[in-house]
């Protein structure tokens, strides 16, 4: 167990420090106790770094004015003079508060002392910088309105400086603040709006969605709807095709019938032409144009076959079609007719 305030039996150890190696206020956790002799042996080690970790830890879980007073000596040793009067000046009031008045004394003359060392940022907006909800903010921390324009003890070195508002564009800056007495001066300056959102067009009205019914026995109209809402060109290919099957197959018909009538005047008994008997070249002929009729009467037939496989296949519509073709003859002539 340590001496509650063995700090008044040592030596001086640089800037004070080991004077005020004092134990944590009598009642301390024990890890608040352990942190604070953690970062007495790391004082002892010249690692005030590690030390000020430790202590504000201590500090943190039970509030002492003896940890506040090695922290602040501690932000001395590492050049941070605005933490070290901070510290200082708390310790002094929580001393007061405990009634340890050597401890207030101490505390206050030190935050004395250092108080013409200090470095300062003096942070000012102009008028027409100050938009409604605008907002500053120094390594993090607020920054009153209240202190705005007033010089701010801050530690030496980097300093990071935000203002933002809402609808505008956020401003940043970074100052290196000198070491020593000094003011260094920032000035926010009037913030950019933000540009609004593009506004999407308006989206072309389209026509309304016809409800399609589901087809089922119970429901023919369903049904209907369903199929007229559809288009296969099945049917109108089927029935071209079978169209143009039925003109080749009616001319095939009419080339044959033509080529069997010059057969027939060639007048050669039993298809083989005498000398002076049939005429043979009328023979030829017409044996050409009966080849010829029989091919385009074959693919006539094809094609119409074709036309109706299509037909079948394709979707039924909601009324029924029918086909109906007439050969008309008219002595060797051959007419088609079709209803549908």
Not at 6 to 34: D, H, K, Y
Not at 76 to 85: K, L
Not at 189 to 216: F, G, Y
Not at 244 to 260: D, F, I, K, P, Q
Request: net charge neutral; with cysteine.
């Amino acid at each position: 167990m340590r001496e509650l305030d063995p700090w008044r039996r040592l030596p001086f150890v640089g800037c004070l420090l080991a004077t005020l190696a004092s134990s944590p206020a009598f009642g301390q956790s024990a890890e608040a106790n352990l942190l604070f002799d953690e970062a007495r042996a790391a004082m002892a080690q010249h690692d005030y770094e590690r030390a000020i970790v430790k202590l504000q830890q201590s500090q943190s879980l039970d509030p002492s004015p003896g940890t506040l007073l090695n922290l602040a000596e501690c932000y001395v040793a590492v050049g941070r003079t605005a933490s070290a009067w901070s510290a200082y000046r708390d310790a002094a009031s929580l001393a007061y508060g405990s009634r340890q008045p050597e401890r207030e004394h101490y505390a206050a003359r030190r935050a004395q002392e250092l108080e013409p060392r200090l470095s300062k940022l003096e942070v000012t907006v102009v008028p027409e910088a100050r938009v409604r909800g605008l907002e500053i903010s120094r390594n993090g921390v607020p920054v009153p309105e209240a202190l705005w324009g007033t010089p701010i003890p801050v530690d030496p070195g980097a300093q990071h400086v935000e203002a933002r508002a809402a609808g505008y564009v956020s401003w940043t800056a970074d100052v290196s603040v000198p070491a020593g007495p000094g003011k260094t001066p920032l000035q926010v300056p009037v913030l950019v709006e933000q540009s609004p959102p593009p506004v999407a067009p308006p989206l072309a009205p389209t026509a309304p969605a016809v409800p399609v019914a589901a087809a089922s026995p119970a429901s023919p109209v369903g049904t209907d709807v369903a199929r007229s809402n559809g288009f296969s060109p099945l049917p109108i290919i089927g029935w071209s095709t079978i169209g143009a099957g039925a003109v080749a197959t009616g001319v095939g018909v009419v080339v044959y019938l033509n080529g069997r009538g010059k057969i027939d005047d060639a007048n050669c008994p039993d298809q083989i032409c005498v000398r002076g008997v049939g005429n043979k070249s009328l023979h030829d002929n017409g044996r050409s144009g009966e080849r010829l009729g029989i091919g385009l009467g074959v693919v006539g037939v094809a094609a119409a076959a074709t036309g109706v496989v299509l037909l079948l296949v394709a979707p039924k519509s909601s009324e029924p079609q029918a086909l109906e073709l007439r050969l008309n003859w008219a002595g060797r002539g051959v007419g088609v007719a079709g209803t549908w």
